[in-house]
């Protein structure tokens, strides 16, 4: 499996590329629009700084240096303004527009929900206290409304950061840390952790789904659900064999006997964009290859390879499928 084209297809997931100047949100609208000033200002700047430079090459070399008084007046007055009161000035603008900015970034005062969100070497965990829901490597909210994230790390220090929404965040072990998303229209946008955090740092990622209200309370009762039992032989027979392998000692499925709590929650895993924490698009053959081999895809990963034949591998994947 190589997984720059398996990368290539989880960009297409998405409805842009993660980026600050793609903004889908009013607090990253703030942020993309400081950002663009400061690019702004840097480019005049760095070009009115070159044309100096050379200009002042240019002179010096067609008139040599002479030893004499001081800087006429009008050459003191460019080392003045040029050298200290403009850039304050331009300085002085960027700090007022980036308290403005910082003031966006303040939490809202009476959010539609609460979303826990846990980063762990090398995945998101997602709560929903208020409505008894987990999941993993996927937000789900509602458009137009305000949503508090409270972030904590399980281990090392992480970085929330979903560009198209907000700006970053840390998660930092010991402590809790909190940001708000809210996004003006429905689609899905690409998170991502943005702090070095291990070896799997860039595939640590997570996809945020902003929903119509009714469709977000829809994806709520589904998630709250436990899993349903499957009727089909087939399908029987994989919830079997996955209750059997060693699966149920790191997932939980809820309404089975799987109640692990080391990897993610997969009561509703097949509704899922994709697996690995951003790293494969969810479908059956990317979901076969990291079960058996999840070192290829992640090395260094926490998931253990699952020894399983053939026969065993296409039962589990068949129950996992149901799993929605």
């Known amino acids: 499996m190589t997984i720059l084209p398996a990368l290539l297809q989880v960009r297409q997931l998405y409805d842009s590329d993660p980026s600050m100047f793609k903004a889908a949100g009013s607090q990253a609208a703030r942020l993309s629009g400081l950002g663009r000033t400061m690019t702004i200002a840097g480019t005049v700047v760095f070009i009115i700084v070159m044309a100096i430079l050379l200009f002042a090459m240019w002179r ?7 030893d004499g008084p001081p800087l006429p007046v009008n050459e003191t007055a460019w080392v003045l303004y040029g050298g200290a009161a403009i850039p304050a000035l331009i300085l002085a603008g960027i700090f007022f ?35 008894q829901v987990e999941t993993a490597n996927e937000i789900h909210l509602p458009v137009g409304q305000p949503v508090k994230i409270l972030l904590r790390s399980a281990d090392v220090i992480h970085s929330f950061w979903v560009p198209n929404l907000a700006g970053k965040t840390d998660v930092i072990p010991g402590h809790e840390n909190a940001t708000w998303l809210e996004a003006d229209g429905a689609g899905t946008w690409r998170g991502e952790c943005a702090e070095y955090c291990g070896m799997q740092h860039a595939h640590m990622a997570l996809s945020v789904v902003a929903q119509p209200a009714g469709d977000f309370a829809r994806w709520i009762r589904n998630e709250r659900a436990a899993a349903v039992a499957p009727s089909d032989s087939g399908v029987l027979e994989g919830m079997h064999t996955f209750l059997n392998a060693q699966c149920v000692y790191c997932h939980t499925v809820r309404g089975t006997q799987a109640t692990g709590t080391v ?30 081999n999840p070192d290829r895809v992640k090395p260094g990963t926490k998931m253990p390879a699952v020894q399983l034949s053939g026969g065993e591998l296409q039962a589990i994947l068949a129950y996992l499928e149901t799993l929605r």
């Open 60 to 66: 010096r070399r067609n008139e040599p240096a002479v």
């Open 97 to 131: 527009l980036t308290l403005g900015a910082f003031r966006s970034s303040r939490l809202p005062a009476d959010p539609a929900l609460t979303i826990e969100v846990i980063g762990h070497q090398w995945w998101w965990e997602v709560r929903y206290p208020g409505q």
């Open 263 to 292: 990897g993610p929650d997969l009561t509703h895993f097949a509704s899922r964009l994709t697996i690995a924490s951003g790293t494969l698009p969810n479908t059956r053959g990317n979901l076969g290859g990291w079960i058996l």
